[in-house]
């Protein structure tokens, strides 16, 4: 049974960071590239950052140069750091096994004064 869970989410001022992590069980995680992946109150869920098994990464234009998206096989776990946090990216954050249709349960992040 795939289980992918979630934590490090919180309330965060504008200009915090938090760090995001996800700790995947049940399938081989070091092959596959994974995500995380954002929804907010009345938007569509929208892709943040990728990771693939060569580490190469990929951002959403609206987080380049604030998040960084890393992985630690040897732990299953994949991470996000949030820096410069702005009231925007208040959302739920979702990690993903990119390939397979594996989520998890989700994380708040609320980023305000």
């Known amino acids: 049974q795939v289980q992918l869970v979630e934590s490090g989410g919180g309330l965060v001022q504008p200009g915090g960071s938090l760090r995001l992590s996800c700790v995947a069980s049940g399938i081989t995680f070091s092959i596959y590239t994974m995500g995380w992946y954002r929804q907010a109150p009345g938007k569509q869920r929208e892709l943040v950052a990728t990771i693939t098994t060569g580490d190469r990464t990929n951002y959403a234009d609206s987080v380049k140069g604030r998040f960084t998206i890393d992985r630690d096989n040897a732990k299953n776990t994949v991470y996000l750091q949030m820096n410069s946090l702005k009231p925007d990216d208040t959302a739920v954050y979702y990690c993903?096994?990119?390939?397979?249709?594996?989520w998890g349960q989700g994380t708040q992040v609320t980023v305000s004064s």
């Open positions: 993903k096994v990119v390939a397979k249709n594996y």
